[in-house]
């Protein structure tokens, strides 16, 4: 999705995004889980996507992440790059909302959410802009507000971040930043 791209439609949902939420596997990684053998995982993140969200934080916008699965490894790149919600092996990702909304004060109208599957949708579709990647599920797309043109893991969550920043008017002085 080119922002030339992005439909007013998606901009005004846009508009009063306070929280953006983030799932993990499949979304700020490529989906694939690699195991070791002595048990352990690794997950790649891509560089793109934590430049994206370190310019909404700085943008005045609060950040999550919500996942089904606990890493050690998420928990270190949520702290690299400042998301203050860490939400890690919980399933049951709408209640995860419910309690965070309460506890910042929020309303579904102010939150953004990127997912890729199933468990996914019922806060996609809750949410203000709820929206999928581009290899996500095909149901998840179909009731998903908008999809990205990039990947999960390639560059999707960069472009989530750059809609929110160029609807509230952020985007322009968020790239001058680095003239």
Do not use: W
Not at 75 to 83: C, D, M, N, P, T
Not at 168 to 178: F, K, S
Request: proline residues 1%.
């Amino acid at each position: 999705m080119s922002l030339s791209a992005v439909n007013d439609h998606l901009l005004q949902r846009a508009l009063n995004v306070k929280l953006a939420i983030f799932d993990v596997d499949g979304v700020l990684t490529d989906g694939r889980l690699y195991f070791l053998e002595d048990g352990s995982e690794i997950k790649t993140f891509s560089t793109l996507d934590g430049q994206g969200i370190k310019m909404l934080i700085n943008s005045g916008v609060s950040t999550a992440i919500i996942t089904g699965r606990s890493s050690v490894m998420v928990q270190r790149r949520a702290k690299s790059l400042g998301i203050a919600h860490l939400y890690q092996g919980r399933e049951d990702k709408l209640a995860v909302l419910d309690e965070l909304l309460a506890q910042l004060g929020l309303g579904y109208e102010e939150v953004a959410y990127l997912g890729d599957d199933l468990p996914d949708l019922p806060v996609i579709r809750r949410v203000a802009l709820g929206m999928a990647v581009a290899n996500a599920n095909h149901f998840v797309k179909q009731h998903a507000a908008g999809v990205t043109a990039a990947r999960g893991g390639e560059g999707a969550a960069r472009e989530f971040c750059e809609l929110i920043l160029c609807a509230q008017g952020n985007l322009d002085a968020a790239l001058a930043a680095y003239l």
